[in-house]
């Protein structure tokens, strides 16, 4: 357990539906990221806040939209998702930004039909 | 993209030390070194960090040769539930962590 937790753990949605995935750290941390891990790629870089900012936005598609409402909890807001959007999605948190760890949740495996 | 090279795989018997090498020749003096492990399907979890000298911890130890181009990760007994994808990471300004393809490492009986 790395003090992250993510829900739903798996999720199965149709390209018109409207979802959304939950991530809640309890590591007092400031910064909360999101990543996506796809089928034999690296994991990419979605988005990055910083005291319930968004610093970072990596070209993401506005299909994904995320809500920071405090500095533990971090949701990811989808809709009409397309099938190559599936993935593991993943949640990470720090105290910082900078040079500082990153503690990763177990990840929402997402499939889109 | 990523700036440290690892083999795609590597084999290790239990019980033995699991040497990973990384090699990353053009790190600049104030990156640091980071070390994430994945098993399937799971999220990376944090093994190590270091910028200069070797580190250890309950995990593992992390050896970063004099010039800084190369590290090598040793888990000291590794078991079955060792076996996962290791990534190495040099952490560029800014913070960010950039994960390349990693180490497929196979823990055998």
């Known amino acids: 357990e790395t003090g992250v937790t993510q829900t739903p753990r798996h999720l199965v949605m149709g390209m018109t539906n409207k979802k959304s995935l939950k991530c809640e750290q309890h590591l007092g941390h400031n910064a909360m990221y999101w990543y996506k891990q796809s089928a034999k790629k690296p994991l990419e870089l979605m988005f990055v806040?910083?005291?319930?900012?968004?610093?970072e936005n990596n070209s993401v598609p506005s299909r994904f939209s995320p809500e920071c409402p405090n500095s533990s909890h971090l949701f990811l807001h989808l809709h009409t998702l397309q099938p190559e959007d599936s993935a593991l999605y993943l949640c990470a948190s720090s105290q910082g930004t900078v040079e500082q760890t990153q503690y990763f949740g177990p990840g929402t495996r997402l499939l889109v039909l | 993209d990523a700036k440290t090279t690892q083999p795609t795989s590597m084999d290790c018997a239990e019980g033995r030390a699991a040497n990973l090498p990384c090699n990353h020749s053009t790190i600049s003096g104030n990156e640091y070194v980071y070390w994430y492990r994945q098993i399937h399907s799971q999220g990376p979890q944090y093994i190590i960090h270091g910028l200069k000298n070797n580190e250890t911890n309950e995990m593992a130890s992390l050896i970063i040769t004099e010039d800084r181009k190369s590290s090598t990760l040793i888990l000291p007994h590794a078991t079955l539930r060792d076996t996962a994808v290791y990534y190495c990471i040099v952490r560029v300004a800014g913070g960010k962590l950039i994960f390349g393809q990693g180490t497929e490492l196979s823990v055998k009986p």
């Open positions: 806040y910083s005291l319930e900012e968004r610093v």
